[in-house]
Structure formats: C-alpha cells, structure tokens
C-alpha cells in the first residue's frame, strides 16, 4: 500500500428509528448479529462488546497485513495495528450509532485504513534508519511507485464509494475481508448464498467499470 491523503473520519450516521438505545431484540434481529452487538455494547454490556473484538480482530488483522508493508511497521506489527485501532474505536463507540447489520463492518474498516496510512505516511516522511554505511537497498518505494500507488489506491476509494452501501458491503466483506459467503449473506440480507454471490460478482462489475472511467482504453 502507498500513502495518499488521510481520509476525513467517518461522520457518525443519524440515530435510526426508535432511538439509539433502542432494544435490538424489539426489532426481531439475531441478537448474535453485528449489529444486535453494537446495540448492546453501547448500552454497557461487557460480554457483547467481548463479542465484538473477539470477531473483528482475526479478519482486521488479515485485511491490514495487505495494507501495511513490513518497512512501515517499525517495532509495531499487523496485530498491534488491529487492537491499537479497536481500542479507538471502542473509546468513541458511544457517538457511533448503526443503522444496518455492515455499519460497524465498514466503521472499523474506515478506521484502520486511516491508521494505516498514518504510519505509512509517518515512515515515508522520516526514512527508514539504516546503520552506518549498510550496503542494504531501502525498501521505500520509489518516488515513482509511490505515485502510481497512490493513484490506484484513490481510484479504487473513490469507485467504492460510488457504489451503493450494499455493494460496498458486500465487496469490502467478501473480498477485502474474506469473510465465509454466509455470514456476507447475513450482512446483505439476501435470500440465499446463490443470490449473495450473483450480488457480489455484479458489484465487483460495476466496480470495475468505475475504475476505468477516464482511463485508455
């Protein structure tokens, strides 16, 4: 991954129906679904929270070992990463408010991909320390890959966000994340694992064709 811009955090979303206190059992939801959890652990409930952390740690910290390059992690590694950002996200969990089961998917997601390019952005600036005359090739990226790096990554942001939330959901949980196609099913509500495939494979379409928007052909 190669820096670019930090991204403006993501604002928090209006209070759904019925207020963000509401009882998500109230609403017939599984009261195992990410966003039963949320509801939960805003309230001050310990064990959900635990629940939380517990499924979005592993999948974190796969997505951001893609992200963060080995010469950006200094003394920190992936895993540090993950919890530094959970933990964040959990201190300002109170002023997040879902309004459907992918939210807290796409919060947190948001939130270490900030952090991500913070550390890479802090390393490109100060250098990689090499001792006193090592003969080792630095492994920054060259001014030159930096910015083709940079402009594919903004490319690819902002075709996602052209998409609709459910397509986002769906690309960033299946293919970013790799979650198993049910538990993708779960986040868009979709009849069946068939209807969440054909869902997904028509969003990475549509991604496509905004990729290449003023682009040669």
């Known amino acids: 991954m190669i820096a670019e811009p930090r991204q403006p955090d993501m604002p ?10 509401r009882d998500p059992m ?10 039963a959890l949320v509801m ?17 740690s592993r999948r974190l910290q796969v997505w951001a070992h893609g992200k963060l390059p080995a010469w950006a992690r200094g003394p920190a590694d992936t895993n540090d990463v993950v919890q530094e950002t959970l933990m964040d996200v959990v201190r300002r969990l109170d002023t997040f408010v879902p309004q459907h089961e992918g939210a807290f998917l796409a919060y947190v997601r948001q939130a270490l ?5 913070d550390r890479v952005r802090s ?3 100060r250098g990689i320390a090499e001792p006193l005359g090592s003969s080792h090739i630095s492994e920054l990226p060259t001014p030159h890959e930096s910015t083709i790096g940079a402009l594919l990554e903004e490319r690819y942001e902002t075709a996602l966000q052209r998409l609709r939330a459910g397509e986002r959901q769906g690309i960033i949980a299946r293919v970013e994340l790799g979650l198993p196609w049910a538990e993708v099913q779960a986040i868009l509500r979709r009849p ?3 209807a969440t495939q054909m869902f997904v494979k028509r969003a ?6 905004e990729m290449s928007h003023g682009q040669p052909v």
């Open 12 to 21: 928090t979303p209006p209070a759904p129906p019925g207020g963000p206190d």
């Open 123 to 125: 390393v490109q600036r």
């Open 192 to 194: 069946s694992i068939p």
């Open 26 to 35: 109230a609403d017939g939801l599984d009261p195992e679904s990410s966003f």
């Open 40 to 56: 939960r652990a805003r309230r001050g409930d310990e064990q959900a929270l635990n629940q939380l952390l517990d499924r979005y």
């Open 204 to 209: 990475l379409v549509k991604l496509a064709q």
């Open 113 to 117: 991909r900030n952090n991500v390019i």
